[in-house]
């Protein structure tokens, strides 16, 4: 057992209220007994639960509790804005290049995980991955899950592969100025739910990120849904926590 996986239990067991705002965790060695695994291995998983503002370390008093029971913090629903009132996502700094690029694309059937964004278990889905650079260092990763259905769809008079199935080193296919990718592709999109969590990463974000396996950073999941409430597609954005999450509700 290593630090990310005592970090993520006691993560939760401060999330279900296990581990009360305010009080102090056991000590490191009361925890290392608990676990069966070294001080170190404990005392690293208390450093990485106070990365992400969980808990706080004070001389004398031991490690306490600095993050309440899991609550939402709704963001609201929105309909996705006309792309020409959208923006390209940016670095905070001015004048620093930003690149985007594609580096998977595949098809499979959907785990019992994407149940909890509306899709079935083993319905096909296309799975679309790409990695965000600023300077040339990958700063986000943000994975897109379509149900095939959906994502085999292509626009009128388009020829070649549907865009939501074009392979890796594709050239990239963008909708005429000032209309909206869902329109172009034909989908029925009415609303989108967002959720923000702070917690580690999962393997594929950390080593695309070039970052150690459980490193703290922003989970940024987006389902979007049909007038019906199903579920058109999802996307997955992983950044490190020293980056910035905004948003632009445009009405």
């Known amino acids: 057992?290593?630090?990310?996986?005592?970090?993520?239990?006691?993560?939760?067991?401060?999330?279900?209220?296990?581990?009360?705002?305010?009080?102090?965790?056991?000590?490191?060695?009361?925890?290392?007994?608990?676990?069966?695994?070294?001080?170190?291995?404990?005392?690293?998983?208390?450093a990485v639960l106070a990365a992400l503002g969980m808990v706080r370390t004070e001389r004398g008093s031991g490690t306490v509790v600095t993050?309440?029971?899991?609550?939402?913090?709704?963001?609201?629903?929105?309909?996705?804005?006309?792309?020409?009132?959208?923006?390209?996502w940016k670095p905070i700094a001015d004048g620093v290049q930003a690149t985007e690029e594609t580096t998977l694309v595949r098809q499979l059937p959907a785990p019992k995980t994407m149940e909890t964004w509306g899709i079935a278990e083993g319905s096909q889905v296309v799975e679309r991955t790409r990695i965000r650079s600023i300077e040339g260092t990958p700063a986000q990763h943000k994975m897109t899950v379509i149900?095939?259905?959906i994502a085999a769809r292509a626009p009128e008079g388009h020829e070649g592969a549907p865009p939501m199935l074009a392979p890796v080193g594709s050239e990239p296919i963008r909708p005429p100025a000032g209309v909206?990718?869902?329109?172009?592709?034909?989908?029925?999109?009415?609303?989108?739910?967002?959720?923000?969590?702070?917690?580690?990463?999962?393997?594929?974000?950390?080593?695309?990120?070039?970052?150690?396996?459980?490193?703290?950073?922003?989970?940024?999941?987006?389902?979007?849904?049909?007038?019906?409430?199903?579920?058109?597609?999802?996307?997955?954005?992983?950044?490190?926590?020293?980056?910035?999450?905004?948003?632009?509700i445009i009405g």
Do not use: C
């Not at 899991?70 to 629903?77: I, K, M, T």
């Open 1 to 46: 057992m290593n630090s990310n996986v005592i970090a993520a239990d006691i993560r939760r067991g401060i999330a279900a209220g296990e581990y009360r705002y305010g009080a102090r965790l056991p000590s490191v060695r009361d925890m290392a007994e608990r676990y069966e695994v070294s001080q170190q291995t404990v005392a690293a998983a208390y």
């Open 67 to 88: 993050a309440g029971r899991s609550a939402d913090a709704h963001l609201g629903n929105f309909t996705p804005p006309d792309l020409a009132s959208a923006s390209a």
């Open 147 to 149: 149900p095939y259905e």
């Open 180 to 248: 909206r990718v869902a329109d172009w592709l034909g989908w029925d999109v009415a609303t989108t739910e967002a959720f923000i969590t702070a917690e580690p990463m999962d393997p594929a974000a950390s080593s695309a990120l070039g970052m150690a396996d459980g490193t703290p950073g922003f989970r940024i999941v987006n389902v979007t849904k049909d007038s019906n409430g199903a579920t058109v597609y999802v996307t997955v954005t992983t950044a490190p926590l020293h980056h910035r999450v905004t948003l632009n």
